[in-house]
């Protein structure tokens, strides 16, 4: 396989990884068996705090299917959170006038220009500092439910169909400082208020912190969890869906959750109720060590750095490829905004992780997925699809590779495309950006990638 640029950076990363044997991947694109799913939805709208940066058209270039409204406007947020909204609680929330929609409205429109439907997260945004101001049960759980359903009236025609009730009530004091039954009390009136004035709505929640442990392939769930699941059982409670949280090292933990979770949620009597992961993201060493106050600023830059770079990509293209067979109906990374956890820096330039969720938007252009055979090299994941149908430009068939381990040269084998097709790379790496023109593999039967450590590669046949 050769590089048809020699003064490119591709030639260049050719050039210096080293020579490794070739692992065969044999793909037929002509057998296509079920589809590739969209589970590349993010937390946060393109409206960035201050409102000198729009990240519409960043945000529009990966086509997130949902976005979550949480932790909007952190860490002062003036969108979103019901004491923005309806900043006087004891007003009466039948009448227009108390509420404050301004820079929701904005917010909000700005998000569904994305093209993304929503998740409207109603409740408080994480409060890391003490003494917290918000992030306490509401003094009266029928007040706060009519406010919740004078917010959905005023978001239920604005491309938000789920409304999701509180953000991990298990992560105390920063999210809670209830109790479970207050917590479990609040849904009760909350959900049912929802479903009586709006039934079309989807209702769930608790967007649940911590899941439990997993045990040789079993989720052994906290008290919290199951003690919610009961209470919904008893009280014969709408949950449309279930929103869980995981921030992980091994990107197969993501499928191994939600295998737990669909089990857990099926042997309480809700077959029917959605898995919504909506909250999860590459956790460095599974250590939350980098970001807490005793951590220096260079422990802080290394983790974001790792998170962010083309280690971050790699690990975001192999969890979202676990998930594809995994019981998980929709997923949300946290986030899609700047800093932090998010897919750009400061200055709203985009990271590596950024690239990887437009690697994955590119796949899904050719969204019929077909099989890959042959013995995978360690900390690699591949998947393919092959398009609808035939156009001229238009991808045939794609192959996308994410690369956690060292450099490793693959022998793909493509059976089944159109005479006439070529392949073309994009490669994610250190040295590589998916913006960076894409090369031209030989010609022939097969294609020879060197895929670099910790890299993402999209192979598109054209």
């Known amino acids: 396989m050769r590089c048809v640029r020699p003064g490119s950076a591709w030639f260049l990363v050719w050039l210096l990884l080293p020579a490794a044997p070739a692992a065969e991947l044999r793909v037929?694109?002509?057998?296509?068996?079920?589809?590739?799913?969209?589970?590349?939805?993010?937390?946060?709208?393109?409206?960035?705090?201050?409102?000198?940066?729009?990240?519409?058209?960043?945000?529009?270039?990966?086509?997130?299917?949902l976005t979550?409204?949480?932790?909007?406007?952190?860490?002062?947020?003036?969108?979103?959170?019901m004491h923005v909204v309806f900043p006087r609680f004891e007003a009466d929330p039948a009448r227009p006038e108390n509420y404050d929609f301004l820079r929701?409205?904005?917010?909000?429109?700005?998000?569904?220009?994305?093209?993304?439907?929503?998740?409207?997260?109603?409740?408080?945004?994480?409060e890391h500092d003490r003494p917290v101001r918000h992030a306490h049960p509401p003094r009266d759980f029928a007040h706060w439910a009519a406010i919740a359903a004078g917010v959905a009236a005023r978001y239920r025609d604005a491309g938000v169909k789920h409304w999701e009730i509180w953000n991990e009530p298990d992560n105390r004091p920063a999210c809670w400082t209830g109790t479970d039954e207050d917590y479990f009390r609040l849904y009760a009136v909350t959900a049912r208020t929802l479903k009586a004035r709006f039934p079309e709505l989807r209702v769930g929640g608790p967007a649940v912190g911590n899941t439990g442990a997993l045990r040789g392939g079993r989720?052994?769930?906290?008290?919290?969890v199951t003690g919610f699941l009961a209470f919904c059982r008893r009280e014969a409670l709408p949950?449309?869906?279930?929103?869980?949280?995981?921030?992980?090292?091994?990107?197969?933990?993501?499928?191994a959750r939600a295998r737990g979770v669909r089990a857990l949620l099926d042997a309480h009597g809700f077959a029917a109720t959605e898995s919504h992961l909506n909250e999860w993201n590459y956790l460095p060493d599974?250590?939350?060590?980098?970001?807490?106050?005793?951590?220096?600023?260079?422990d802080r830059r290394r983790a974001f750095a790792r998170m962010t770079g083309a280690e971050g990509a790699a690990f975001l293209v192999a969890a979202l490829a676990a998930m594809q067979d995994a019981p998980v109906d929709a997923a949300c990374l946290f986030h899609g905004e700047l800093g932090t956890f998010g897919l750009f820096d400061e200055f709203a330039a985009p990271q590596k992780n950024h690239g990887a969720l437009r690697a994955w938007a590119a796949l899904l252009e050719t969204p019929r997925r077909v099989p890959v055979n042959g013995a995978l090299p360690p900390r690699l994941a591949v998947l393919a699809g092959v398009a609808d149908g035939a156009g001229e430009g238009r991808p045939a068939a794609q192959l996308l590779v994410a690369n956690r381990g060292p450099a490793t040269?693959?022998?793909?084998?493509?059976?089944?495309?159109?005479?006439?097709?070529?392949?073309?790379?994009?490669?994610?790496?250190?040295?590589?950006s998916f913006d960076d023109e894409p090369d031209a593999p030989a010609t022939g039967d097969t294609v020879e990638p060197v895929v670099p450590a910790a890299s993402v590669t999209l192979l598109t046949w054209r």
């Open 68 to 81: 979550r409204l949480h932790d909007c406007g952190w860490p002062t947020p003036d969108v979103v959170d």
């Open 286 to 298: 599974g250590a939350w060590t980098p970001w807490t106050r005793a951590a220096s600023p260079a």
């Open 409 to 432: 040269t693959l022998r793909i084998v493509p059976d089944g495309l159109p005479r006439g097709v070529r392949a073309w790379r994009r490669v994610i790496s250190a040295a590589a």
């Open 219 to 224: 989720l052994e769930a906290t008290a919290f």
């Open 239 to 255: 949950l449309d869906f279930f929103s869980w949280h995981c921030y992980a090292a091994d990107p197969e933990e993501f499928a």
């Open 28 to 65: 037929d694109f002509a057998a296509p068996a079920g589809r590739l799913r969209a589970l590349h939805g993010i937390n946060k709208g393109p409206r960035v705090p201050g409102g000198l940066v729009d990240l519409t058209a960043a945000q529009r270039a990966f086509r997130p299917p």
């Open 104 to 126: 929701t409205d904005a917010y909000v429109a700005a998000a569904r220009a994305t093209g993304a439907e929503l998740v409207y997260r109603l409740g408080e945004t994480i």
